[in-house]
């Protein structure tokens, strides 16, 4: 927790969502108008973006992992004291909240979802960051000479799984989405099916460092809850691809370079 005149307290991982936004805000403006939007909207459009991604992620989590809890006591949701933000339901929320102002501003969403889905990399990296620091969502138990022992773990040497998320989800999955975005010639909306496709497979792989929610275990045929959800991502963005892909044969013309 960051303490500022023995009075303001800001917790890591929301001064690392504060970040995260914000480099998302200098990564977009540069290239904003070539969407039909201006620099003033833009700030609209990442606070009311960002609004979508923290009840997404709230409303995921409650509902993902809490789901119990939820039906005996639906007051849990708002008991954000207690924590918990899903990226998957954050994902979705931001979506939902893009679609939105688009429709509101008469923007393309293909477009305006290209533009936006190579700055996410870096928020998720100083995400992950803010896990690490909060020494949360720890890894499995380990014996390589970097394991780490967690404060509140049972005290067992385990992998820094979050420093992997941090170099997968944030720096590989940043240059993978970069060198899509600057190929010469892409379909209209494909950087969001890419996004899709790869954080999913980053992130499958990765859970396998990372220990299991201790409430939910194993969900099924020795998978994650966040590997079975990745394993939903994937599919889903191969069937965007597919989409994208066969709209291009039909209509050559939305080709577009960046």
């Known amino acids: ?13 929301g001064f690392m969502y504060l970040v995260g936004f914000f480099i998302a805000w200098l990564g977009i403006r540069g290239r904003v108008q070539s969407v039909g939007l201006s620099r003033e909207q833009l700030l609209d459009y990442i606070s009311f973006v960002a609004f979508g991604i923290l009840i997404g992620g709230r409303v995921g989590y409650v509902m993902i ?18 924590g918990g933000m899903s990226f998957h339901g954050a994902l979705l929320g931001g979506l939902v909240a893009l679609l939105l102002f ?53 005290g067992l040497p385990r992998h820094p799984s979050q ?9 590989l999955l940043y240059l993978v989405m970069s060198w899509h975005r600057h190929r010469t010639q892409h379909a209209a909306g494909h950087l969001g099916a890419w996004f899709l496709l790869h954080y999913g497979w980053i992130r ?15 969900v099924m045929a020795g998978l ?24 291009q044969i039909k ?6 370079t960046d």
């Open 1 to 13: 927790m960051i303490v500022i005149a023995n009075f303001v307290r800001i917790r890591w991982y």
């Open 65 to 82: 992992y809490q789901c119990s809890t939820f039906i005996a006591d639906p007051m849990v949701l708002f008991a954000i004291w207690n």
């Open 102 to 154: 688009c429709k509101q501003h008469k923007i393309s969403c293909a477009s305006m979802i290209d533009l936006t889905m190579p700055v996410v990399a870096p928020g998720l990296f100083f995400g992950r960051l803010g896990n690490f620091i909060n020494g949360e969502l720890w890894g499995r138990v380990s014996n390589v000479p970097w394991a780490m022992v967690f404060p509140r773990s049972d």
């Open 163 to 171: 420093l992997y998320e941090m170099l997968g989800e944030g720096v």
């Open 204 to 218: 499958f792989v990765l859970e396998y460092f990372r220990e299991p929610d201790t409430h939910l275990g194993f």
């Open 224 to 247: 994650s809850m966040g590997q079975c959800l990745c394993a939903l991502m994937m599919i889903s963005g191969s069937i965007w691809l597919a989409i994208v892909y066969r709209q």
């Open 251 to 256: 209509h050559p013309l939305t080709w577009v």
